[in-house]
Every structure is written in C-alpha cells, then in structure tokens.
C-alpha cells in the first residue's frame, strides 16, 4: 500500500516537534463508520533500541488474518515524552509499505488526539496514509477523566484543557479500561464502537492482539 512521504524523518526535538505542530491541522475528526478490512499496528522492543513493527490485517466481519508483515530495525529516535512516535514511524511505515492490500481502518497501539500536542502516533499514521485511524492506549497519557461503570460499553471522557480527547472505555466488565481516542478521519463514537466490536470477549482489541503477538514472535 502507498504511504505519503510528508517530511523527512527529523534530526532533533524541534524539528520532530515543529513536524506534528505542521501536521496536526490536517487531521479530520469525521469519517466513514463501516470498515470491511481493520489492520493492527504495535512495535515490540528487543533491548533499548532493537524493535520489531508489526501490522497485521484482519477481516473485520470474521476477525481472520487477511494479511500481515512484520520489520525488524532499530529505533529512529531518542526517547522523548511526546515524541515517542517518532522511534516506531519508519519501521511502521516500512511494514504498512510491504502490504498488498490497503485497509479501511488503522487501530494503533498508542494515541491519536489525547497527546500533549493532539498528534499522537494515530493522528501520524492516519495523515500518512490518509486513512481512517483510531489509537488504544492501555494506560492513561494525558488528560483527566472519572472511572467508568463496571459495565462492558461504559466509558467516561479524557479531558485535557478543557477539550475532550478521547475516551476511558471498559471492554470488559470489571477490568481496567482502555483510552481510546481518535487519529484520523473517524468520530470518537465510532472510534469506541469499533473497539468494542473488535474486542468481544478481551481487554484489547483484536487487531492488536495479533499485532502484538507477531511483533514478538514473528519471524
């Protein structure tokens, strides 16, 4: 599949930082809200630097692989809070190139608006490629929000500065939630609706759980 090459990948902090400022305005929060195929992302690190991206496709009725790639490579950038995208982009971007099919959805293990920027790792990938993307976080990053319900479904929204950016959502009962916010071209209710179709039975969303298994274990 096509990713766009909007930038170089950056030097320093503030040209990384000055990208997604660059970027952050062509994120569309609205969007289509029935996806036939869904593709998992996640990066697996061996050490500090050593990683491996995964992305693996899935069909989004049955929930079975379609397609998947994994890359090996080293982290591109330091560690830095609010940059950290930028040490997985081009092993990802080098896994989403390999695909010979392109996907109607992009689930993120990460985050899309809830970012101290509001361009998380979703937001990147879904400019990049120009489609809908959706981050799941597994721990709060930014923001404050209540504890939702004990009920699967239940959620409560991540507010920072006063702007909803994502929501804590429970997709089982009584386990911890998920911070779910959106990266591209999707609404924050569709965005919940999908990760709670993708995860019928388990905390995380399906696509990621398959992502995150070949990210370690792949060849």
Same mark, same amino acid.
């Given at each position: 599949? /096509?990713?766009? /090459?909007?930038?170089?990948?950056?030097?320093?902090?503030?040209? !990384?930082? !000055?990208?997604?400022? /660059?970027? /952050?305005?062509?994120?569309?929060?609205?969007?289509?809200? !029935?996806?036939?195929?869904?593709? &998992?992302?996640?990066?697996h690190y061996h050490g500090d630097d050593e990683l491996s991206a995964a992305v693996v496709v899935l069909d989004g009725g049955t929930l079975d692989v379609v397609e998947q790639v994994v890359v090996h490579g080293r982290a591109a950038f330091p560690y830095v809070p609010g940059l950290f995208a930028f040490r997985e982009l081009p092993a990802l971007v080098e896994a989403l190139e390999r695909l010979t099919v392109t996907p109607d959805l992009l689930v993120c293990d990460g985050y899309g608006l809830a970012h101290p920027r509001g361009f998380g790792?979703?937001?990147?990938? +879904?400019?990049?490629? +120009?489609?809908?993307?959706?981050?799941? +976080?597994?721990?709060?990053?930014?923001?404050?929000?209540?504890?939702?319900?004990?009920?699967? +479904?239940?959620?409560?929204?991540?507010?920072?500065?006063?702007?909803?950016? &994502?929501?804590?959502?429970?997709?089982?009962?009584?386990?911890?939630?998920?911070?779910?916010?959106? &990266?591209?071209?999707?609404?924050? &209710?569709? !965005?919940?609706?999908q990760v709670l179709r993708l995860a019928p039975s388990v905390r995380l969303p399906e696509p990621i759980r398959r992502a995150d298994h070949l990210a370690r274990h792949g060849a």
């Open positions: 599949m /096509r990713v766009d /090459r909007l930038h170089p990948w950056p030097a320093d902090i503030a040209e !990384a930082e !000055a990208i997604q400022e /660059r970027l /952050r305005d062509r994120v569309e929060l609205t969007g289509p809200t !029935a996806f036939t195929t869904v593709a &998992g992302l996640d990066v790792l979703a937001c990147h990938l +879904g400019v990049l490629t +120009g489609l809908p993307a959706l981050g799941v +976080g597994k721990t709060a990053f930014v923001g404050t929000h209540e504890e939702p319900s004990p009920e699967r +479904g239940a959620w409560s929204p991540i507010v920072l500065d006063g702007v909803t950016v &994502g929501r804590a959502l429970r997709t089982r009962r009584g386990v911890k939630p998920v911070y779910v916010s959106q &990266g591209h071209r999707i609404a924050l &209710g569709t !965005a919940c609706d």
